[in-house]
């Protein structure tokens, strides 16, 4: 079994459910002309659902986030928008972007890091510390501790999320493992740099598939002959399973607790 904390499959094939492992599905809101349409939508055909990118909200159209009762929500993708500085912006989080969070939170949803860049990471974690309410993920990502990218995190981004209870979902995409194409090696080498550092229990998977070109593994069937593999070559069991699907489980059912 495999739970995977983001995938954008929606806007790709949404014929594709998988069946046999928990998946969260990723609307990625800034491939759509009109997001608001899409989410009302799909909202009731997929069980375990996240928004990437809210680009689209404003204070008059933003109680559609909580109609779709995503698990999780990102304010961007990549570039600046009207509520934060994303990857290759150097933009702050926004008045817009506080307000976006505080509703988020005030209604048990997730900000997931993804996506924002240093600055307005650090904006939204001292704005939520003021809230005094923190409900953090960063859904896909790699570490900066083995490759530096802008997209990855760094061990104090790392040690903010764990230290709010929050998860972290290791993403696939070879770019961010600084390869053309990498392997099952890179994510081997992701995955040892996280435990060496900090603790399992806070690590999970957060594919990109359907998102990204260039994976490192791509399908379930591979991700599951890899685990298998680690196992047999004297990997902890036990940690392996918190990672492939028991970490990320308990957070999925505790935020769908929250949101009964």
């Known amino acids: 079994m495999i739970?995977?904390?983001?995938?954008?499959?929606l806007i790709k094939k949404n014929s594709f459910f998988d069946k046999k492992n928990v998946v969260i599905c990723a609307v990625w809101a800034s491939e759509?002309?009109?997001?608001?349409?899409?989410?009302?939508?799909?909202?009731?055909?997929?069980k375990y659902k996240a928004i990437e990118d809210l680009w689209?909200?404003?204070?008059?159209?933003?109680?559609?986030?909580?109609?779709?009762?995503?698990?999780y929500a990102s304010l961007t993708w990549n570039n600046e928008n009207n509520l934060a500085g994303g990857t290759y912006s150097d933009a702050n989080l926004t008045k817009l972007g506080k307000d976006v969070i505080k509703y988020l939170v005030s209604n048990e949803i997730s900000l997931d890091t993804a996506h924002l860049n240093e600055k307005s990471f650090y904006d939204a974690i001292?704005?939520?510390?003021?809230?005094?309410?923190?409900?953090?993920?960063?859904?896909?990502?790699c570490f900066?501790?083995?490759?530096?990218?802008?997209?990855?995190?760094?061990?104090?981004?790392?040690?903010?999320?764990?230290?709010?209870?929050?998860i972290i979902g290791l993403t696939l995409v070879s770019d961010f493992?600084?390869?053309?194409?990498?392997?099952?090696?890179?994510?081997?080498?992701?995955i040892e740099y996280f435990l060496g550092k900090f603790s399992y229990k806070f690590l999970s998977l957060g594919t990109d598939f359907f998102g990204a070109d260039n994976l490192a593994i791509n399908s379930y069937k591979?991700?599951?002959?890899?685990?298998?593999?680690?196992?047999?070559?004297?990997?902890?069991?036990?940690?392996?399973?918190?990672?492939f699907y028991e970490n990320a489980l308990n957070y999925i059912n505790d935020k769908g607790e929250k949101n009964e």
């Open 3 to 9: 739970v995977d904390l983001h995938n954008d499959v």
């Open 32 to 46: 759509l002309i009109n997001p608001i349409v899409f989410l009302d939508k799909i909202k009731h055909k997929v």
């Open 56 to 71: 689209f909200i404003n204070r008059e159209n933003i109680n559609i986030i909580k109609e779709f009762n995503p698990i």
């Open 126 to 141: 001292e704005y939520l510390a003021d809230l005094k309410k923190i409900s953090l993920i960063c859904s896909h990502t």
């Open 144 to 166: 900066n501790g083995v490759f530096k990218h802008k997209r990855n995190l760094t061990d104090n981004q790392i040690r903010v999320i764990i230290n709010a209870n929050g």
């Open 177 to 190: 493992m600084g390869k053309q194409n990498a392997n099952e090696y890179d994510v081997l080498r992701q």
């Open 222 to 243: 591979k991700l599951e002959k890899f685990k298998n593999h680690l196992i047999k070559m004297g990997l902890s069991e036990k940690i392996l399973n918190a990672i």
